[in-house]
C-alpha cells in the first residue's frame, strides 16, 4: 500500500489499564499504529499481550486510558457513546472469532442488519444488497438458514459479509479462522482477503498464525500490551509457521 | 461439596438483582395467600365469637312477635319449673359517634349457664349489672381504645328513646372481642325501649322430649325454635362471602405459582454452563440436584419466612375491611387482632419451599442428565418448549371442555362452578403458549416484512426463540389482567343491577325510618297510626310502609317483609317470575306471598309451592305467587302484604315511604314531617330515596374494596413477572445485543428494542385476558354468584375497564421494561461479546 493514502486508523500512545483487585494492570502501553486507506495489517502475539484489546479500542468499543484513537480523522475520545456508535455503523466492520450472528436472524437478515441499522438501504433493497453480499461469499443457497443451521465455516462468512455489506473503510478482525478447522479456516481467510480487496477497506486482523501475518502487507507484534517496533520484532522471532490455528 | 456449594451459591453476591427477585417472587406468593387466609380466618373467629356471645350455648329459642312479648311468659315458665331458660333482649345501637355497637340484655343471675360473657358472674363488674342500673360491660380491648383517660368512661348512646348516657365497665372477660356490649335486663329495656317486653328466651334442652313439652306450654304467638335453624342461614352467607375471599386468594396463588416457577427454572437455566463444567469435573447427578434443591431450599425458606411477616403486616389491612363486609351485610363483628394459626403457617412453609423446590427440580433434573448444557442446550431446551406448546394446547381445550361441560350442566353446585371456573382459567391459560409463538413468528415475520421494521423483527424473533421465558410470563400477566376484568364484570354488573334495583324499589318521594339500625330481629318500631296520620294530610298522596322481620316457618327462620304498599307496587316491582296480572288481590285477600330469587334458590321453592308461616294468629300456610329480584338480604326475603300477617291494621312497621300530592313541593311535605316529629317520642329519620340509595351503593363499595385491593396485589405480582421475563431475557441475550451494538445499534436502539419487547408481551396478555376476563366475570356472574346468592343480574360489558386492562397490561410490561432497558443500553460491550466464547 502507498504511504500516500489518507489514513484510516490512527492510534497514538494509546494505553488501556483497569483496576482490580490487585491494584491497577496496564494492559496495552504506549501503542502507536497507523493504518492506511486499503492497507492489511497483522496483530501477532501471545495470549494476553493485549492483542484484542487493542482492536477493542480501534472499534470504540472500550475507552482508552491514555492517548488517542482517530477513525478517518475523527478522534474516538472526542466522541459521545451515541457518536462512536454511529462512526462504527458507517466505518467500521467488525469480525470476530465466535462469529456473534444473531440467532434469530436469518443469514440473509444477518446481513442486511448492518444497511438497515445505517439506513442507507432499506426493505428490498437492503436485502438485495445482502443477498449480493452473501453469494459473493458463497453462500446463496442459505439466505434462509438460521446461524445454527450452518457450519461454524458458513457462519463465519455470513460474519465477513455483514462487515462487509456497507463497504466501511475499516474491517477489524478479531482471529476470525481461530474456531475453524485449517481447511475451513483458509478458505474463510482467502475469503476475507478478496472481499477486503473488493471493497478497498483497511483490514487489522488479530491472528496467532504467523502464516496468515506474513499474507498480510504488515505484521504488527504485540509483547506485555507494547507494540514492537519492525526491526525488534523480527528480533523476537517468528512463532512456528503453521495453518490457521 | 463445600466448594460446590460455593460454585453455585456465589451467583448471589455476582447477579443479586436476579436473587432478589426469585426471592420477592416467593414473598409476594406467601403474603397474599397467607394474607387472605388470615383475613378469612380472623373474621369468621369473630363472626363465630359474635354467635356464641349471642345466642350462646342455647339449644333452642323462644321467638315471638318481632316487637317482642311480655317478659311475664318467661317468669311464668320459670314458675313452671324451667330453670334452664334466659331471657334476652337484643339489639344495635349507635353511639353519637356514628359507630354501632349490639346490646344484649341479659339476666345476669340466669346467664351462667349460658354465655362466656357471664362466665364471670360473682365478679363485681357483672354484680353492678344488677345494683348499678346504666351500667354496661364492654370488651376490654375496645375501651382500651378509646380516647379517654376515666377509669369508667361515660358513653351516649341513640336509643329509641332519645340519647342515653350509659356508665362502660370493662367485661371480665378479658379476650372478649368486638363490638357485644352486655347489660342487665332492664337497663337493655329502657334502651332498646322495649320495658317489660323481651326478644327471645333462650333455652338449654338437652334431655329428650324437653322441647316437646315446653312447646305444649307457651302461649299463642310464641314457638320454639332451634338454634341451628337460626344461625345456619347466617353462617352459610358468611361462608359464600369467604369463598369469594378464597377465590381471589387462589387466583393470586395461581399467578404467584406462575412467578415463583418461572424465577426459579430461570435462576437455574441461567447457570447450566456452571453445572456442565461441574460434571465434567466428575461431580455426580446426585450432587447437581443436590446443590440445585439445596438453593431452592434456601430461597423457598428465606422468601416463605419473609412472605409470613409480610402477610401478617398485609392482613391487618385487609381483616378491617373483612369485618367492614361482614358487619354491613350479616352482623356486627369487629376484629382486633390477627392471629396466624399454625396449620395456616405450615400450609404457606409447604407453598414457598414446595413451589420453589418443584419449579427446581425439572432444570435440576436436566442439568443432572447433561441435557441442556451451554448454548446450544439452550436452543435445544426451547425447541423442547416449543414442542410442548402443542401437547399444552390440546391439553387446554380438554380442560375448558370440561370446565365448560360442568358449568352448563350445573354440575356439583357452588364447588362445581369453582372447579369448572379453574378448568376454564388453566384450559385457556395452557392455549396460550401456542399463539404467542405464532404471533411473535407472525410480527417476526410476514408482518416485519411487509412493512420493513428491523426493531420488530428482532423483538418478536427474539421473544419467539426465549418462549420458556416470554411464556410463563405472559400467563402470569394475562390471568392477573383477567382477574381484574372479570372482577370488573361481577362488580360492574352488580353495581348496575343494584342501581336499577334500587330505582325500582324506592319509588316514594320521602322516607321515614326508624333511627336505630335495623339489621337484627329487635329493629326500632314506628307506631302503625303514623301512617293513617300521614296519609290524610293534603300535601301526601299515598303512603306505603314496610316492615321486615324474622319469623318462624316451616323453613326455619326466615326473614319476612311487610309491605303495604302504594297502589301501583306492582308495576315497579321487578318480577320475574309469576303472573302479575291480578297479582295485587291475590296478595290483599288470600294468604299468598312473593319470595326473592336469593330465597327460592337457598330453600328450593317454585312458583306454586306452599310456605307455612308462623303469624299472630298461628301457623298458616302461604301459596307463593311469584319471585321478584332483590339485592337486600343475600339468604332471600318472603314478601306478604303487612294486613294479611296481622290479621288487620299493623300496630306498626319499620319505615314509611310518602308520595307527594300534585303540585306539592317536596320541601314543603319534608318540612311538615319534621314538625310534625317534633311532638312525637319516636326518633326518626327522614331521608330522600337518592340518600338511602347513596348509602346503598356505598356499602356495596364497601363491600368490593377489598376485591380491587387483591387486584392491585395480583397486578404486582405480574410485574414482578414481566420483569423477572424481561431482566432473564436480558441476561440469556446480552452477548446478541452486544453484537447488535457493535454493529452500529445504538444504546437507545437498544432501550426500544426492550421497550418494543415488554410492549408485545403486555399487548399480548391485555388483548388473551380481555376474552377470558370476560369469560370469568360470565361465570361468576352466572355460576357462582347463582349458586351463592341466587342473585341474577345483567351481565355489563364493562367499556372502560377493558380500556383500563389494555392501559393496565401496556403500563405494567413497560414499567418492568425500564430497569432491563436501561441496563441493557449500558452494558459493557467487552465483556458481553465473551460471553460463551
Keep these: 500500500m502507498t504511504s500516500q493514502s489518507p489514513s484510516v486508523l490512527e492510534c497514538r500512545s494509546l494505553g488501556f489499564s483497569y483496576r482490580g483487585a490487585a491494584g491497577v494492570t496496564a494492559v496495552l502501553q504506549d501503542v502507536d499504529l497507523s493504518l492506511q486507506a486499503g492497507e492489511r495489517v497483522a496483530i501477532v502475539g501471545e495470549s494476553g499481550s493485549g492483542k484484542s484489546t487493542l482492536l477493542h479500542l480501534a472499534a470504540g468499543l472500550e475507552t482508552p486510558s491514555a492517548g488517542q484513537v482517530r477513525v478517518k480523522d475523527t478522534e474516538l475520545g472526542s466522541l459521545s457513546e451515541r457518536e462512536r456508535t454511529l462512526l462504527r455503523r458507517r466505518e467500521l466492520g467488525i469480525v470476530f472469532q465466535a462469529f456473534h450472528l444473531i440467532p434469530t436472524l436469518t443469514a440473509l437478515e444477518n446481513v442486511a442488519l448492518p444497511l438497515e441499522l445505517e439506513g442507507s438501504a432499506r426493505g428490498r433493497e437492503a436485502r438485495d444488497r445482502a443477498a449480493a453480499q452473501l453469494a459473493s461469499v458463497g453462500l446463496s443457497g442459505k439466505a434462509d438458514r438460521y446461524p445454527e443451521q450452518l457450519s461454524g465455516g458458513e457462519q463465519q462468512r455470513v460474519a465477513i459479509g455483514r462487515a462487509l455489506v456497507h463497504q466501511p473503510a475499516l474491517i477489524l478482525a478479531d482471529e476470525p479462522t481461530g474456531n475453524l478447522d485449517s481447511a475451513t479456516g483458509e478458505s474463510v481467510f482467502r475469503l476475507l482477503l478478496e472481499q477486503v480487496a473488493a471493497t478497498g477497506s483497511a483490514l487489522l486482523m488479530v491472528t496467532h498464525s504467523t502464516a496468515l501475518a506474513e499474507r498480510l502487507d504488515r505484521t504488527v507484534r504485540m509483547v506485555d500490551g507494547r507494540l514492537l517496533a519492525q526491526d525488534e520484532a523480527a528480533a523476537v522471532g517468528s512463532p512456528a509457521a503453521g495453518p490457521a490455528a | 461439596m463445600r466448594l460446590l456449594l460455593r460454585a453455585w451459591l456465589r451467583d448471589w453476591t455476582r447477579h443479586p438483582l436476579q436473587r432478589l427477585l426469585t426471592i420477592v417472587g416467593v414473598i409476594i406468593a406467601v403474603a397474599v395467600v397467607l394474607a387472605v387466609d388470615l383475613a378469612n380466618q380472623s373474621a369468621q373467629r369473630a363472626f363465630d365469637r359474635s354467635m356464641i356471645d349471642v345466642a350462646g350455648a342455647a339449644t333452642h329459642q323462644v321467638l315471638g312477635p318481632v316487637d317482642g312479648f311480655p317478659d311475664r311468659h318467661y317468669r311464668d315458665l320459670r314458675l313452671a319449673g324451667w330453670r334452664d331458660l334466659a331471657p334476652i333482649v337484643e339489639g344495635p345501637l349507635r353511639l353519637r359517634t356514628g359507630d354501632t355497637i349490639y346490646l344484649l340484655g341479659v339476666d345476669p343471675l340466669a346467664e351462667a349457664p349460658f354465655r362466656e360473657t357471664a362466665a364471670g358472674f360473682g365478679s363485681v363488674p357483672v354484680q353492678r349489672l344488677l345494683t348499678e342500673p346504666g351500667t354496661v360491660l364492654v370488651p376490654p380491648r375496645w375501651l382500651a381504645a378509646q380516647e379517654t383517660t376515666a377509669d369508667e368512661p361515660r358513653f351516649t348512646l341513640r336509643t329509641p328513646a332519645g340519647l342515653q348516657t350509659v356508665t362502660a365497665i370493662a367485661a371480665p ?5 368486638g363490638q357485644l356490649w ?29 322441647a316437646e313439652a315446653l312447646e305444649a306450654l307457651l302461649p299463642t304467638g310464641l314457638e320454639l325454635v332451634p338454634v341451628a335453624a337460626r344461625d345456619a342461614a347466617a353462617r352459610e352467607l358468611a361462608q359464600a362471602f369467604r369463598i369469594n375471599l378464597t377465590a381471589m386468594s387462589l387466583l393470586a396463588l395461581l399467578i404467584a405459582a406462575f412467578l415463583i416457577y418461572n424465577t426459579q427454572t430461570f435462576s437455574v437455566l441461567r447457570r447450566l454452563e456452571v453445572l456442565a463444567s461441574l460434571r465434567l469435573l466428575g461431580v455426580s447427578r446426585e450432587q447437581i440436584v443436590g446443590v440445585v434443591l439445596f438453593e431452592a431450599l434456601l430461597v423457598g425458606l428465606i422468601g416463605t419466612v419473609l412472605g409470613a411477616l409480610a402477610g401478617i403486616w398485609l392482613a391487618q389491612g385487609l381483616v378491617g375491611q373483612v369485618a367492614r363486609t361482614v358487619s354491613d351485610h350479616f352482623f356486627v363483628v369487629a376484629v382486633t387482632a390477627v392471629e396466624p394459626r399454625p396449620l ?13 423446590l418443584l419449579a427446581a427440580l425439572a432444570p435440576a433434573w436436566e442439568a443432572a442428565r447433561g441435557r441442556g448444557m451451554g448454548t446450544s442446550g439452550r436452543a435445544a431446551l426451547e425447541q423442547r418448549a416449543h414442542g410442548l406448546t402443542g401437547l399444552l394446547f390440546v391439553a387446554g381445550v380438554l380442560a375448558i371442555l370440561l370446565g365448560a361441560t360442568i358449568a352448563a350442566l350445573g354440575l356439583g353446585a357452588l364447588v362445581g362452578g369453582f372447579v369448572a371456573l379453574f378448568l376454564m382459567i388453566t384450559g385457556f391459560l395452557l392455549l396460550l403458549p401456542r399463539f404467542l409463538a405464532a404471533g411473535l413468528r407472525w410480527l417476526g415475520g410476514p408482518l416485519a416484512e411487509r412493512f ?13 426463540r426465549s418462549l420458556s421465558r416470554s411464556g410463563p410470563a405472559v400467563v402470569a400477566l394475562t390471568l392477573a389482567l383477567a382477574a381484574a376484568i372479570g372482577v370488573s364484570v361481577l362488580v360492574g354488573s352488580f353495581r348496575v343491577s343494584v342501581s336499577v334495583w334500587l330505582g325500582q324499589t324506592l319509588t316514594s318521594d320521602v322516607y321515614v325510618v326508624a333511627a336505630s339500625p335495623a339489621s337484627a330481629r329487635g329493629s326500632a318500631w314506628l307506631p302503625g297510626h303514623w301512617a293513617e296520620t300521614m296519609a290524610s294530610w293534603p300535601e301526601v298522596d299515598t303512603v306505603s310502609t314496610g316492615a321486615t322481620m324474622d319469623a318462624v316457618s316451616g323453613r326455619g327462620l326466615i326473614q319476612l317483609f311487610l309491605l303495604r304498599p302504594h297502589p301501583d307496587w306492582l308495576e315497579h316491582l321487578p318480577l320475574v317470575e309469576g303472573d302479575a296480572a291480578g297479582l295485587d288481590a291475590l296478595l290483599r285477600d288470600t294468604d299468598t306471598v312473593l319470595m326473592t330469587e336469593g330465597f327460592s334458590a337457598h330453600q328450593g321453592l317454585r312458583v306454586g309451592d306452599r310456605l307455612e308461616i308462623t303469624t299472630p294468629q298461628g301457623r298458616r300456610s302461604f301459596a307463593i305467587a311469584g319471585v321478584y329480584r332483590d339485592y337486600s338480604n343475600p339468604g332471600g326475603t318472603v ?11 299493623a300496630p306498626g312497621f319499620g319505615s314509611m315511604g310518602l308520595r307527594t300530592a300534585d303540585g306539592v313541593p317536596l320541601e314543603t311535605l319534608e318540612a311538615r314531617i319534621e314538625a310534625w316529629l317534633q311532638d312525637q317520642d319516636t ?3 327522614v331521608t330522600r330515596p337518592d340518600a338511602i340509595e347513596t348509602e346503598s351503593m356505598a ?21 414482578v413477572a414481566i420483569l423477572s421475563a424481561l431482566v432473564a431475557l436480558q441476561m440469556e441475550r446480552a452477548r446478541e445485543y452486544a453484537v447488535l451494538r457493535s454493529t452500529g445499534l445504538l444504546p437507545s436502539g437498544v432501550s426500544r428494542l426492550v421497550f418494543l419487547q415488554g410492549a408485545l408481551l403486555g399487548l399480548f396478555a391485555a388483548l388473551a385476558a380481555i376474552p377470558l376476563g370476560l369469560g370469568m366475570g360470565w361465570v361468576l356472574i352466572e355460576v357462582i354468584n347463582r349458586e351463592a346468592f ?10 372502560i375497564p377493558l380500556a383500563e386492562n389494555l392501559f393496565l397490561g401496556l403500563g405494567a410490561a413497560l414499567l418492568a421494561s425500564i430497569y432491563p432497558a436501561w441496563r441493557l443500553a449500558r452494558m459493557p460491550l467487552v465483556p458481553a461479546l465473551r460471553l460463551n466464547e
Design chain 2, 699 to 719: 356499602i356495596f363499595d364497601r363491600t368490593f374494596a377489598i376485591t380491587h385491593l387483591l387486584r392491585l396485589i395480583t397486578l404486582l405480582v405480574a410485574f
Design chain 2, 344 to 356: 395456616a403457617l405450615a400450609a404457606m412453609v409447604a407453598l414457598g419451599v414446595g413451589l420453589s
Design chain 2, 639 to 649: 314478601l306478604m302484604r303487612a294486613e294479611r300477617y296481622h290479621g288487620g291494621p
Design chain 2, 683 to 685: 326518633p326518626t329519620l
Design chain 2, 182 to 210: 352486655v347489660t342487665d335486663i332492664a337497663t337493655a329495656q329502657v334502651l332498646l325501649d322495649r320495658v317489660s317486653l323481651l326478644d327471645r328466651i333462650d333455652a338449654r334442652l338437652e334431655e329428650p322430649g324437653q
Design chain 2, 790 to 799: 341466587g342473585w341474577r343480574m345483567d351481565v355489563m360489558l364493562p367499556g
Design chain 2, 173 to 177: 372477660d378479658a379476650d372478649a372481642e
Design chain 2, 452 to 464: 420493513d421494521w428491523p426493531l420488530p423483527r428482532l423483538a418478536g424473533r427474539s421473544l419467539e
